[in-house]
Every structure is written in C-alpha cells, then in structure tokens.
C-alpha cells in the first residue's frame, strides 16, 4: 500500500485546466462511442474514474447517460461538479476507493492513469475499477506509451504549451522525461496575483510509462478479459503520437 493516498496537484491549476485543456479529452470521443457507447444503452450508468473538470462526464450526461464522476482533487470535482450540475460527483483516490452498487461501464481518460507511478498501484486501480463495474461491463482508459513520452516529453519539450498570461495568473510549464526509468515530470509553475505581489506555486506532476505487457499483466490480475489496446494515430488516424487506447470487460 502506498503511504500517500491523496492526489492534490491540480487543486491550484483547476480553473486553468478548465479553460485551456480539458477539450482534449474529447478527441478520444470517437474511441468512447465505437467501444462503449454502443454498446451501452442510454440511461446505463457510467463511472468516469480521474474525471476532472468533467469535460468527458458532461457530454455522455448531455447523451442521456446516467454520469457520475469522481478525482482526487476537490477543486477539479468542484469545477466538475458546476459544470455538469446533474453528475454525481465525489473525491476519492483512484488507489483506494469503492462504490455502493456496480456501473454498467467505466472510463478513464487522458493519461490519468499515467499519474499513477508505481505498477502495483495501477492494479490496485483496475482492481477497485473491477470492483465498481458489472460482471461484463467495459472498462476503456487511454495511455501515454512510450513513444508519446520520447516525442512530447523528451528533453526541454514543451508539449503542453500551458503557457497561460492573465490579468490575475500567469503560467508556463515544463517536461521532462527519462527513458532509461520510464519516469516522466510536468512541472506547472503559476504566478497568482495577491494585491500588489504575486504568489508563485509549482505543481510537479510526476507519470510514468507503462508497457502494454504491464498493463495487460495488471488487468488480467484485477479479473479483466477481451483486453485489446489500440493505437490512436495508426488506428483512428488522430493527430496524436503514442497515445494508446485500452478496452477490456470485467470478469
Ligand atoms: C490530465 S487530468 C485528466 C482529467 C480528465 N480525465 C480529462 O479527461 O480531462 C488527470 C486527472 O487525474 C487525477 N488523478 C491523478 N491521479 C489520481 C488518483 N490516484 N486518484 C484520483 N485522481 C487522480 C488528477 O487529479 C487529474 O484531475
């Protein structure tokens, strides 16, 4: 078990994360309506695992989906929960949380998985995952593989482009990546206006990249089956490198 389940990092960066780039999320829509969507019926309920400002929660809910999303920081689900008053919303660490009565799917999107750094976590996650869904039921996540991490986190990159200048917050971030470990850091530094002085804050966010043999190994032992992974740029042609989609069902 780890000695630290909690995951507060974006709690200073929510409001940015809102505006300038949770719409990302949505391109790994067309994934969601091939393998889950379809499948599901309207009305079914839908667990979005590390939702965030709730960008993906508040589409499926505008689809007639029955959306209830929870995250480790209570100011992303603060923003979420505004966005999409309809949602239920909760704050829980994905390493250590469980549910009242099964969902008919799951979801988990935009690396957060990837925000998980030690192996034996990220199947602690499938297992509660599991445990939260339907004998049957689709579990879809997406990755960042480690062709995504060399591309967009390599060495002095800047993949994000959270270069953010307001009247009240100013904002720029930094990537690094080290492909020996597979250990990749975002740093966030925001200034945040106080009166006449400005407040700076780091948010480091630590990733790692995981291989498909890990991540198949993990949903098998968390009592997955049919566990395909698919390449977004080779597979649905989008204009994103080593970003990998995983769909599965629960036992
Ligand atoms: C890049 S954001 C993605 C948010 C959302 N899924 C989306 O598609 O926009 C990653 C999110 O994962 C959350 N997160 C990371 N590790 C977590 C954990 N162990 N438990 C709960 N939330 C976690 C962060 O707080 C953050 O909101």
């Keep these: 078990m780890s000695d630290n389940f909690e995951y507060p990092e974006y709690d200073i960066i929510a409001s940015m994360y809102e505006k300038y780039v949770e719409g990302k999320s949505l391109n790994m829509l067309p994934a969601i309506e091939n393998f889950v969507l379809s499948k599901t019926p309207e009305g079914s309920r839908i667990l979005d695992v590390c939702c965030g400002t709730g960008k993906v929660t508040e589409v499926l ?15 992303m689900v603060e923003v979420a929960s505004n966005k999409v008053p309809d949602a239920d919303f909760f704050v829980a660490d994905a390493r250590n949380f469980s549910v009242d009565e099964p969902f008919d799917a799951a979801l988990c999107m935009c690396d957060s998985l990837n925000h998980t750094t030690k192996l034996n976590e990220l199947e602690m996650i499938f297992t509660n995952v599991g ?6 039921a689709t579990f879809l996540f997406d990755l960042r593989m480690e062709a995504g991490f060399e591309h967009y986190w390599g060495q002095d990159s800047n993949e994000l482009n959270f270069n953010v200048v307001e009247d009240e917050v100013v904002c720029t971030s930094h990537t690094t990546y080290n492909k020996e470990t597979g250990d990749g850091r975002l740093v966030i530094t925001s200034f945040h206006r106080k009166g006449d002085l400005w407040q700076r804050h780091d948010s480091i966010i630590d990733q790692k990249c995981y291989s498909e043999e890990e ?13 395909y992974m698919f390449r977004v740029k080779e597979d649905f042609g989008a204009d994103e490198i080593g970003r990998a989609i995983f769909v599965c069902n629960k036992v």
């Design 61 to 75: 809910q505008q689809r007639h989906y029955q959306m209830t999303g929870f995250d480790g920081s209570s100011k």
């Design 215 to 227: 991540v198949r190994n993990c949903l098998t032992n968390a009592g997955f089956d049919n566990i």
């Design 131 to 136: 445990q939260a869904l339907k004998s049957g």
